[in-house]
Nanobody, 125 residues
């Protein structure tokens, strides 16, 4: 059974950094496009970044471009989201999920499969 488990969230001050992890089981991360999504209180879930499977191309939403980085460790079957210069607007529960595509031009495709429990990121002084 395909499963993704997020971790690494926490409380950080504005300008700080966090690294989120997304550990896959039941499939290989290099064989699927995987996206990072977030949902803030009272807001819809939004896609913020993704990495494609076969060529590791990436996409970042304008709101996080230049601050967030995606990396993948195939040996650990894990995708990471390095979040730098965090802003209060980045506070949300973050999820990773398999998506239908990820390209630098078209962005994040449709999510499929189940959602994990997410990991909460809080940004406050």
């Amino acid at each position: 059974q395909r499963q993704l488990v997020e971790s690494g969230g926490g409380l950080v001050q504005p300008g700080g950094s966090l690294r989120l992890s997304c550990v896959a089981s039941g499939f290989r991360v290099e064989n699927y496009a995987i996206g990072w999504f977030r949902q803030a209180v009272g807001k819809e879930r939004e896609g913020v970044a993704c990495m494609s499977g076969f060529d590791a191309s990436t996409y970042f939403a304008d709101s996080v471009k230049g601050r967030f980085v995606i990396a993948r460790d195939n040996a650990k079957n894990t995708l990471y989201l390095q979040m730098n210069n965090l802003e209060p607007g980045d506070a949300a529960v973050y999820f990773c999920a398999t998506v239908s595509r990820c390209t630098s031009v078209a962005g994040i495709g449709r999510q499929f499969g189940s959602w994990g429990q997410g990991t909460r990121v809080s940004v406050s002084s």
